[in-house]
């Protein structure tokens, strides 16, 4: 699980990179920034829970759980936002970082879900997680 965590966590990083060079490009730079640094943070929180990994002490089944949670809400948020940036949605869940844009509700039903969802499954995973320490 450990190096699992460590390849997800540096590839998301990477594209927490990438996403940077793409912020002036998209519709809403201010949600593209944020995009670009939920990836950036949200990879090297995998990388430090690999590390954290071999002082967690779980089922097997519970362990998989957690870190599968724990990597949809990493790379959901960085999919959520990066979607929001370049539609201009998000205007409901992330009024700062929308900066008054607004997408068709369709985009905006897309990226509401992708947030609301991440929201549970990290909380739940980093939860579990703490649980086996």
């Known amino acids: 699980m450990q190096a699992v965590l460590f390849r997800l966590g540096l590839m998301l990083f990477l594209i927490g990179l990438l996403t940077g060079f793409a912020v002036p490009a998209l519709k809403n730079p201010r949600m593209a920034l944020s995009s670009h640094l939920e990836a950036v ?32 809400a990493a790379f959901a948020n960085w999919l959520a936002t990066l979607l929001a940036a370049a539609w201009g949605a998000g205007r409901k869940l992330a009024p700062i970082a929308a900066a008054g844009h607004e997408a068709p509700a369709a985009k905006e039903r897309v990226v509401g879900f992708l947030l609301i969802s991440l929201a549970v499954a990290i909380v739940v995973g980093v939860g579990i997680v703490i649980a086996g320490l």
Do not use: R
């Open 41 to 72: 943070f949200n990879g090297m929180f995998l990388v430090l829970l690999g590390l954290l990994w071999p002082h967690v002490d779980l089922p097997h089944d519970l362990g998989v759980t957690a870190v599968v949670l724990i990597v949809y």
